[in-house]
């Protein structure tokens, strides 16, 4: 067999490959589209990934994609699988017996992925499998008849009865546009299915008595972080590749464990209770010095501890498990849940339902510790235990049992490495105490005194402050940090730490070039 056609023969050992994989992973994301999207081979692979990632894998991709971590993951293993695909093709052009072994490997692994990631529904762990299995066979079916027997020989007149014979290179190129075109055919519709699913989220939300009164214009310096965050523009932290749709016809709030009275609520159950108003600023434990994953919002919603005395906690609970609609879960230290800090089952922000992104129809909110253990989003159910019973989905991968936002500032704006000419330059960031308070926010350049910001309005110990500085700028390279100091009269630690295991502390510091 001549060179040129071996390589021929490998070319095309490859697209059929790649196909089978495609057309697969195509057939499986539009079966899940009808049953469970989050079944889809490849996103199930992605989250089962998600749960399995060390910690330190998991803080790379935050630190390095941001919240583009998601999309890139899926990508990845979509590559991936088409990598294999091309592998299998190479291998099993000499070997037929092989045709079905990497589909059913795949289909194996997608199925147990599907039904086990922590953020599988309910449906997902019983026909979870089921899209799997379809890109499975779908993948050894198209294998099989596009991929090229060896040696590949022409179909030409004259040749023995009997000898393996090429699919004719238009009827592949015909094969290719078939199998190709169905899989974005399958892709398009599977993701409809997947969109139609969503659930509305328009409901109508109690009032809250007594109104809180509205906030005062936060500082206005161009670059500055807003006082109020827009729910459009709340940072964005969990671990699921599609958003959980609740319906609220049919979602309940469980409360339940070491409990006196435990009892269930639907939505309008909930809604029918008192519910308050609360300026609550949400760090994530992930966030780095002067990073991104921090927002502020006035949230609506009950009070735990309404919630949790009508229960009645028994006194030798210490931690309430919260879980979400999709199997994750939060412990939150009872105290912080029954004390006056009025951590909120929270039904709204900034006076709408809370987006499908951050938990609708509700979530948990305790002001003064991190998101993971306190904020869990489409939450479904509190159960009273005690720490060395149960641990939650990021402490059991060893992030702190407990979690107190550490006070911090962040200076927005100038951003760092600018360029900005000599005179005076507006310095402006935020900064939180929660539980504490902030008293006053300070600047320093290049190590010298620290000197004081004018500080904005104050929104009560568990809400951000802005502040702002102006600066005499002198030519040259300039290095800026700032620091709170707290409602006691500490200062922010200027101690360097990382975000694992309890958030990161140390001063936010950028530099600028004056000219
Ligand atoms: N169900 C669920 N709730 C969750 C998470 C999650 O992965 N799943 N992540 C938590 C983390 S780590 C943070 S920081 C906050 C982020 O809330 P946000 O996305 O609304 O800003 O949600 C918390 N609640
Ligand atoms: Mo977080």
């Known amino acids: ?50 749960d399995l990632a060390p910690t330190p894998v998991k803080d790379w991709a935050v630190a390095t994609f941001g919240t583009a971590d998601k999309p890139i993951l899926v990508t990845g293993v979509v590559l991936v699988t088409l990598g294999i695909g091309a592998a299998t093709g190479l291998v099993a052009v000499r070997r037929r017996g092989l045709i079905w072994a990497m589909p059913a490997v795949l289909a194996v692994l997608g199925g147990v992925a599907a039904t086990s990631a922590a953020s599988a529904s309910t449906v997902s762990t019983t026909l979870g499998a089921l ?23 022409p179909s ?29 055919v399958a892709v398009v519709t599977g993701q409809w299915f997947a969109d139609r699913a969503r659930i509305a989220t328009d409901v109508v939300l109690p009032k809250a008595s007594p109104a809180l009164r509205a906030l005062p214009a936060g500082l206005d310096v161009s670059g500055l972080s807003p006082w109020v965050t827009p729910a459009s523009d709340f940072y964005r932290v969990d671990i699921n590749l599609l958003v959980p749709g609740v319906d609220v016809g049919t979602w309940r709030l469980d409360i339940d464990g070491l409990v006196e ?4 609520l639907s939505w309008d159950e909930l809604t029918a209770l008192p519910v308050i108003e609360r300026d609550i600023t949400l760090n994530c434990v992930s966030n780095e010095v002067g990073g991104p994953y921090i927002g502020g919002a006035r949230w609506l919603g009950v009070r735990t501890r309404d919630l949790l005395e009508r229960a009645g906690v028994r006194p030798e609970a210490d931690q309430v498990l919260s ?31 809370l987006p499908a992104e951050h938990g609708f129809p509700a979530r948990l909110i305790t002001p003064g510790l991190y998101g993971y253990v306190g904020a869990t989003k489409w939450l479904t159910r509190m159960t009273l235990t005690t720490y ?25 704006v100038p951003r760092h490495l600018s360029q900005l000419s000599a005179g005076t330059v507006t310095v ?11 008293a006053r926010v300070q600047v320093r350049v290049d190590e010298g005194e620290w000197q004081d ?47 694992f295991p309890d958030g990161a502390s140390g001063l936010h510091r950028v530099t600028v070039t004056i000219n």
């Open 1 to 50: 067999m001549s060179a040129d056609r071996q390589q021929a023969t490998r070319l095309r050992a490859a697209t059929a490959g790649v196909l089978a994989m495609l057309g697969g992973l195509a057939a499986g994301h539009l079966v899940a589209g009808l049953i469970a999207p989050e079944a889809s081979p490849a996103l199930a692979v992605g989250s089962r990934l998600i």
């Open 131 to 153: 899209p799997s299995v379809v890109a499975g066979i779908v993948s050894g079916t198209v294998l099989g008849w596009l991929l090229p027997h060896a040696p590949l020989v």
């Open 156 to 184: 030409a007149p004259g040749q023995p009865d009997g000898a393996p014979r090429a699919m004719p290179r238009r009827a592949f190129l015909v094969g290719t546009g078939v199998v190709g075109g169905s899989s974005a």
């Open 261 to 264: 009275r435990p009892f269930s």
């Open 323 to 353: 879980r979400s609609v999709d199997g994750f879960t939060v412990s939150t230290p009872v105290q912080a849940l029954l004390d006056d800090r009025d951590a909120l089952v929270a039904i709204g922000i900034n006076g709408r339902p």
């Open 388 to 412: 060395t019973q149960q641990a939650a989905y990021w402490t059991a991968r060893g992030w702190a049992e407990r979690g107190p936002v550490k006070p911090s500032s962040r200076i927005d």
């Open 428 to 438: 402006a960031g935020t900064a939180w105490a929660q539980q504490i308070g902030v």
């Open 453 to 499: 910001a004018t500080i904005g309005p104050d929104a009560g110990i568990d809400y951000w402050r802005q502040w702002r500085f102006s600066w005499p700028a002198t030519p040259g390279q300039h290095t800026l940090e700032s620091r709170l100091i707290d409602d006691r009269g500490t200062p922010q630690s200027e101690q360097v730490a990382p975000p």
